[in-house]
C-alpha cells in the first residue's frame, strides 16, 4: 500500500485549502437554516413616532390614543434641531404634529392643514404613517358622512383602519420531501463538493501522475494495476469522507435523519459527487500547474453554480441561462434537488431521469479523461518491440 | 566466464522522423562499470528508457539477466536499480519517507526494508538529514537521496543517468565513490554521463554514442588506441629553426609539428620512445628548453576524432 499512503500524505498537505470551503460552508448553511426557519413567521411593523398637539381638543386626544395602539408613542423636546437630530440617528421614525384647528377641520370635513411633519425623504417609515393618517381621516369623514357623531366615527375609524389581516408568508412548497433550508443546502452543496473536490484531488493526482515519478514508478517491480488501484482506493477514500462529512451535516442542519423520499437528496449527491470527481479527473488529465488548478477551480465551481441556478433559484434565471446550463450537469442536479424541495411535483420517474442524466454526464466525463490520457501518452505507450532482422550499421 | 546482464541488439527508436536510436546495440558484463558516453541528445537516455521498458521501440530485442526484458517483466524489474537524471522524490516525504517509498515498490516485508533503508542511507551518508523534506536539502544531498532512493532495494543491476549533473565537486567525488564501492560489492552499472573525467575515472568498459548510434566502444585504453594520436610532446622552447622543425617532422611515429615561437608540440601516433626521440634532436642542436610535458590522448580527443566534435559542443 506504498501508492495509497503517499496519496493519503500528499492529500494531507495540500487539505487546507479544501478545509477552508468545507469549515465556511458549515459555519453559513446552519446560520441560514436557522434564517429561513425563522422567516416563516410575520410581525406587523411598529414605528417610533413623536407626537405634538397643537390642538389639545378630544379629538386630537382620539388621534393620539389612534396611533399609540399601533405605534410606539416616543417623547421628544418640541426643538426643531433636536427634531432633525432624532431622525437623523434614527431614534425617532416620524415627527406628527396635530395642527391647532385640527378638531374643528375634521368636524367641518376638511382634509387640509390637519398636519404638520417631520419625516425622513422617501422612507418606508413615512410613506406607512401617511397611508395610516389618510385611511383614519378618510375613515372618520366616511363614518361622520354616514350619521355618526365625531366621536363615534373616530372610534370606528379606528377599529376599522387596525383591524389587523392574518397573515401566512406563501412560500412555493407543493408538496416537498424536503425542507426548504433542506433543500437549500443541497443546493449550495453542488457548488462546495466540486470546490472540494478539484481543489484537494487535482494536486495529489497530478503529483502521483508527474511523467518522472511514474516513469520512476513503472522502473519498479510494481504492477501498472496495482499502482492504479491504490490511486483509485485513495480518491475513493477521500471522496466518500468529503460526501460523508458533507450528509453527517446536512442530517444536523435538518434536525433529524433523512425519512422517505428526502433520501433521494443523499442519493442525488451522492451522483454529483461521482461528477465532480470526474471533473478533477478531466482537469489533471490537461496536467495543468497549481495555480491553474484553483483558478480552474473558481471557474468551474462559480460559473456552474450561477448558470445553473446553485445560489438563486432557476425559476428567477433566464430563459437562455437555462437553455446554457442544461449542457452542465449542475443544472440537473440542482432541477432534482428543486423537484425535491418542492418547487416542482414530485415524480418519481423525471427524477430517475435527471440521475440519469447526471450519470450519463459523469461517464462523459471519465470517458473524455481516458481518452486525454491515452493521446497524451501515445508517445510513451508502452507495447511489445518486434524483433528486426536488420544488421547494425 | 563473466554472465552477460545486459545484451541490446539492433535497437531502433524513432520520435516521428528523428531516428533516436539507430540499430543500436551493445553487451555488458556482469560486475562492469559500463559507461554510456554522448553529448545531449544523443540518445543516452532514449536508451535507459528502453532498456527499463519504460519506452517502446520500433525494432531491435532487449535481454536483462539473459531474459527478454518487456513492461511486465516484474522479476527482471526487482533486479534493477534507477537512478534518473531528475531529482525524482516526493516533495511530501521526509528523507527516510522517500527512501521507504522506492523501496516499498520493490520490498513488502517491513523488517526487511527498515533495515535496507537504515542501510541506503548511511551509504550515501545521510544519516544527519533523515527527517528533512527534500526542498531543504542541497542540491547535492538531494542527489545523494535520489541514489538512496534507487539502491535501497539492493539491485543487482543499477543504471545511473547523469546522477551528478548540477552537483557540486565535494558531493560529486562522493557520488562516485559510492558508485565504485556498489560495484565492488559485486553490483554491475550502467553509467550515462557526458562528463568524461568521469567516465574515465570509474568506468571499466565505454561506449561512445553519437547521433543514436554507437561509434566505438571498448576500455578506455582501448578507445584511445582507436585514434591517431596516441601522444602528444609539448616543449618550451625559443628560437627553433625551420631545419630543426624538418628534422622533427621526419621522426619516427610524428604525424604532426607545431611551433608558435614559444612552444613546440609534436603530434604522435604510436610508437615508443618518442619524448627521447624529439629531446635528442633538440640536444643535437644543442638547443636549450624549458619545462617538457607528454600527455596521453583523453577521451575528450577520443571523441573529437571519432564525432569530429567536442563532447560538450551540445550540451543544452
Known amino acids: ?393 | 566466464m563473466e554472465n552477460t546482464v545486459v545484451k541490446i541488439d539492433n535497437l531502433v527508436k524513432r520520435y516521428g522522423e528523428l531516428v533516436a536510436l539507430d540499430h543500436f546495440s551493445l553487451e555488458i558484463k556482469e560486475g562492469e562499470i559500463f559507461g554510456l558516453l554522448g553529448p545531449n541528445g544523443s540518445g543516452k537516455t532514449t536508451t535507459i528508457n528502453c532498456l527499463l521498458s519504460l519506452l517502446s521501440f520500433d525494432k531491435g530485442n532487449i535481454e536483462i539477466f539473459g531474459r527478454k526484458m518487456t513492461p511486465v517483466s516484474y522479476d527482471i524489474k526487482k533486479d534493477i536499480g534507477i537512478i534518473m537524471q531528475n531529482v525524482v522524490v516526493s516533495e511530501e516525504l521526509t528523507v527516510r519517507e522517500n527512501i521507504d517509498y522506492f523501496c516499498g515498490l520493490y520490498i513488502t516485508d517491513k523488517k526487511l526494508r527498515a533495515q535496507y533503508v537504515d542501510e541506503a542511507i548511511k551509504f550515501v551518508g545521510l544519516e544527519d538529514f533523515t527527517k528533512f523534506y527534500p526542498k531543504k536539502l542541497s542540491g547535492g544531498l538531494l542527489r545523494r537521496l535520489n541514489i538512496a532512493c534507487g539502491i535501497a532495494h539492493k539491485p543487482k543491476l543499477i543504471i545511473l543517468d547523469e546522477p551528478t549533473v548540477a552537483v557540486d565537486p565535494q558531493s560529486r567525488n562522493k557520488i562516485l565513490e559510492g558508485i565504485q564501492e556498489l560495484n565492488r560489492s559485486g553490483v554491475t552499472i550502467i553509467y550515462t554521463s557526458h562528463y568524461m573525467e568521469e567516465v574515465e575515472q570509474i568506468c571499466t568498459r565505454i561506449a561512445i554514442m553519437d547521433k543514436g548510434r554507437k561509434v566505438a566502444e571498448g576500455t578506455k585504453d582501448e578507445l584511445k588506441r582507436m585514434i591517431k594520436n596516441t601522444e602528444t610532446i609539448s616543449i618550451e622552447v625559443l628560437g627553433l629553426g625551420e631545419d630543426i622543425l624538418a628534422e622533427m617532422r621526419a621522426l619516427p611515429h610524428v604525424y604532426d609539428v607545431k611551433y608558435d615561437e614559444k612552444m613546440l608540440v609534436v603530434s604522435c601516433s604510436g610508437g615508443k620512445h618518442n619524448l627521447i626521440r624529439a629531446l635528442d634532436v633538440l640536444q643535437k642542436h644543442e638547443v636549450g628548453f624549458g619545462r617538457v610535458y607528454s600527455e596521453l590522448p583523453t577521451l575528450n580527443e577520443v571523441f573529437l576524432e571519432i564525432t569530429g566534435k567536442a563532447l560538450r559542443d551540445k550540451e543544452d
Open chain 1, 1 to 393: 500500500m506504498q501508492v495509497f499512503k503517499l496519496f493519503m500524505k500528499i492529500l494531507k498537505k495540500n487539505i487546507f485549502t479544501s478545509m477552508i470551503y468545507v469549515i465556511v460552508f458549515i459555519a453559513i448553511s446552519i446560520p441560514m437554516a436557522k434564517s429561513a426557519a425563522a422567516d416563516k413567521t410575520f410581525k406587523d411593523a411598529s414605528l417610533k413616532i413623536a407626537l405634538f398637539d397643537e390642538d389639545g381638543t378630544a379629538e386630537s386626544g382620539a388621534l393620539r390614543e389612534f396611533i399609540g395602539r399601533k405605534h410606539e408613542l416616543v417623547e421628544l423636546a418640541d426643538d426643531k434641531d433636536k427634531i432633525m437630530q432624532a431622525l437623523y440617528f434614527d431614534t425617532v421614525n416620524y415627527v406628527l404634529i396635530i395642527n391647532d384647528g385640527y378638531g374643528e377641520k375634521l368636524a367641518a370635513g376638511e382634509t387640509e392643514g390637519l398636519f404638520s411633519t417631520y419625516h425622513m425623504h422617501d422612507s418606508y417609515a413615512t410613506v406607512m404613517v401617511s397611508q395610516l393618517l389618510d385611511s383614519y381621516v378618510s375613515s372618520v369623514r366616511g363614518y361622520a358622512a354616514g350619521g355618526s357623531d365625531l366621536a363615534s366615527a373616530e372610534a370606528k375609524a379606528a377599529d376599522a383602519v387596525l383591524q389587523e389581516a392574518e397573515v401566512t408568508i406563501a412560500r412555493n412548497e407543493s408538496g416537498g420531501v424536503l425542507s426548504s433550508s433542506s433543500a437549500s443546502y443541497f443546493r449550495y452543496l453542488a457548488y462546495i463538493l466540486v470546490s472540494v473536490i478539484i481543489s484537494a484531488l487535482c494536486p495529489v493526482l497530478l503529483k502521483l501522475s508527474k511523467k518522472e515519478f511514474r516513469f520512476r514508478t513503472n522502473c519498479s517491480c510494481m504492477k501498472s494495476s496495482s499502482y492504479t488501484m491504490q490511486v483509485f482506493a485513495g480518491s475513493v477514500v477521500f471522496i466518500a469522507v468529503v460526501w460523508l462529512i458533507m450528509m453527517v451535516v446536512s442530517v444536523i442542519q435538518n434536525g433529524g435523519m433523512f425519512t422517505g423520499n428526502a433520501w433521494l437528496a443523499v442519493l442525488n449527491s451522492l451522483v454529483y459527487t461521482l461528477i465532480c470527481t470526474a471533473i478533477a479527473l478531466v482537469i489533471c488529465s490537461f496536467e495543468p500547474s497549481d495555480t491553474v488548478v484553483n483558478l480552474v477551480t473558481q471557474i468551474v465551481g462559480l460559473g456552474s453554480s450561477f448558470l445553473c441556478g446553485v445560489f438563486v433559484p432557476q425559476s428567477m434565471l433566464g430563459s437562455g441561462v437555462l437553455a446554457a446550463a442544461k449542457f452542465l450537469p449542475a443544472y440537473w442536479y440542482v432541477k432534482a434537488v428543486e423537484m425535491l424541495g418542492g418547487s416542482e411535483k414530485f415524480d418519481g420517474s423525471r427524477l430517475a431521469m435527471y440521475l440519469l442524466i447526471e450519470l450519463g454526464f459523469a461517464a462523459a466525463l471519465m470517458l473524455i479523461a481516458l481518452v486525454v490520457n491515452r493521446v497524451k501518452y501515445t508517445g510513451a505507450a508502452i507495447k511489445l518491440p518486434k524483433l528486426a532482422a536488420e544488421p547494425q550499421k
